[in-house]
């Protein structure tokens, strides 16, 4: 159901002579006079002698589940404002207009706060319709979002690479970070967590803005900055100097502060860099001998490929890689020529290490591999145009 203005509505209420305390009363009539609950506790809606039974179950789970404490989620269910459409202007004589106004604005809030506002447990016992009003209860609510999103922002899985939201209903947060600002920071609301804190807490724009730009941007970036790991990072960095990865990949001294003036020119401290640098070396041991890799290309109209010089710049995430190019808009604008997806095989001996440490470090985002001369010798598996 559309959102509509408030200088909308108080045009439609001003038309009608009505101001909110009357809307409010009327709503309040409606409510008591055509609703009411069947013995299974199935919200009805009754009038001209026959009653309807609504898919709103009156229920402390359907509360929890279905409304999470929050009145707006009864849009959801628009078989409520067909029968209410029914009453307001066949009986009640109003047109569709005002109907749709009260409706959405005072008929939904009054049945929230008749039938389900008495099943909220204490610590959430308020009416979010009149949030706006009460500066105080707006914070208790946001920090509830708050709260509940941090408990349930966690890495994907064992590579650390990617943070999603409620197993995985919003995939891939890190997307949108700016590496390139100091501190890093976020170019923009990823859209799927904005349609999820509007569509399943009721949040208005600016709220969602509150809440991300705010706080949990800083909690999203501080993950993907720290890498973080499901044990102690003191310990962790002693296992790791016992291990040989510095004997499998060969770093020199000079190699290795130059790496570590970059972390240090990013305002990181010794200690995390020094952990970043030995997870970076562990993840590069770890790789496979045969490694499929991405690649985006942008082609002239004659669709000629190089393909004995593919490039330098790959990654592994493929979901990660079109995602941040489509929000980004890099592919239908800021490049010259038809965008195609590359699909490669490498031998682990052709990355070029420095230059992968270093990108890594620089742009964690973007998880670049960097292959030798300009990607030659690489397998090509697949050519897509996007």
Known sequence: ????????????????????????????????KYTTVDKEGYLNICWAGKCRRTAVWVDEDFLIDELNYNWKKLTNHKGLYDHFLDIMVDELGFDSDFSMIVFVNFVLPEIYDVYFKPLEPDYINESFRNHIDNEEKQKKYLEHIYNDLIKNTKWRDASFRDIDVYDGKCKSLQVGINWSTYPPSYSYIPVCLQIYLTDTWGLTYEEVEELFWGRYDKHVINMKLIRHQPYNLIESMDRNKNNTIKEQINISNEDREFMFRTYKEMGLDEEWAQY??????KWLDTLPEKIILYRLLYIDDDNIINREELGDHYTQEKESLLHNHYTKGSIYGGHWGNPVLLTVEADKDQIDILNTLHNNILYPHEEEITLKNKGRGVNIIKVEEL
Request: glycine fraction near 2%; aromatic fraction near 8%; hydrophobic fraction near 35%.
């Open 1 to 32: 159901m559309s959102k509509i203005s408030k200088k909308y509505k108080e045009e439609v209420l001003d038309k009608y002579g009505i101001n909110i305390d009357s809307s409010d009363r009327l709503a309040k009539k409606i409510v008591n």
């Open 276 to 281: 970043d640098f030995e997870e970076l070396l």
